[in-house]
Nanobody, 125 residues
Framework: QLQASGGGLVQAGGSLRLSCAAS????????VGWFRQAPGEEREFVSA????????SYADSVKGRFTISRDTEKNLVYLQMDSLKIEDTAVYYC????????????????????WGQGTQVTVSS
C-alpha cells in the first residue's frame, strides 16, 4: 500500500528526492515517517510529518540537510535530501499511521502500522 521511490547512486554533496506514494484513500490524513537501515544496523528514524503537514521532525544527523513535505492532492510525501554524506547510505523506508491527531508526528518505529518496501540510497565519495 506504500511505495517508496527515488533512490539511487549519488556523489557526496549531491541531492536526491525520495517519494512515498500510497494507494490507501486516507493517506492524506496519515502521519508519515521516513526511516533508514544501513547494512548491519538497526532501522533508524530519519524524519516525520503530521497529516496536517504543519509539524515535522528530523533526526539530528539529517537536520538542516533533509526536508520532508507532502502533497495532499497527489497523495505523496517527499524527502528532499541535500548535502548527502557517505553515512547516509542505506535503504530508506516510508511508513504511515492512520487515526492520529492532526498535528502528531511519530518518530518511534513502533508507531507505524503501514510500511512500504525500501528504496536504496548509495552515496559515494
Amino acid at each position: 500500500q506504500l511505495q517508496a521511490s527515488g533512490g539511487g547512486l549519488v556523489q557526496a554533496g549531491g541531492s536526491l528526492r525520495l517519494s512515498c506514494a500510497a494507494s490507501v484513500r486516507s493517506f492524506d490524513s496519515a502521519a508519515v515517517g521516513w526511516f533508514r537501515q544501513a547494512p548491519g544496523e538497526e532501522r533508524e528514524f530519519v524524519s516525520a510529518i503530521s497529516w496536517s503537514g504543519r509539524r515535522t521532525s528530523y533526526a539530528d544527523s539529517v537536520k538542516g540537510r533533509f526536508t520532508i513535505s507532502r502533497d495532499t492532492e497527489k497523495n505523496l510525501v517527499y524527502l528532499q535530501m541535500d548535502s548527502l554524506k557517505i553515512e547516509d547510505t542505506a535503504v530508506y523506508y516510508c511508513a504511515a499511521q492512520l487515526g492520529v491527531a492532526f498535528t502528531k508526528v511519530i518518530a518511534d518505529i513502533g508507531g507505524y502500522d503501514y510500511w512500504g518496501q525500501g528504496t536504496q540510497v548509495t552515496v559515494s565519495s
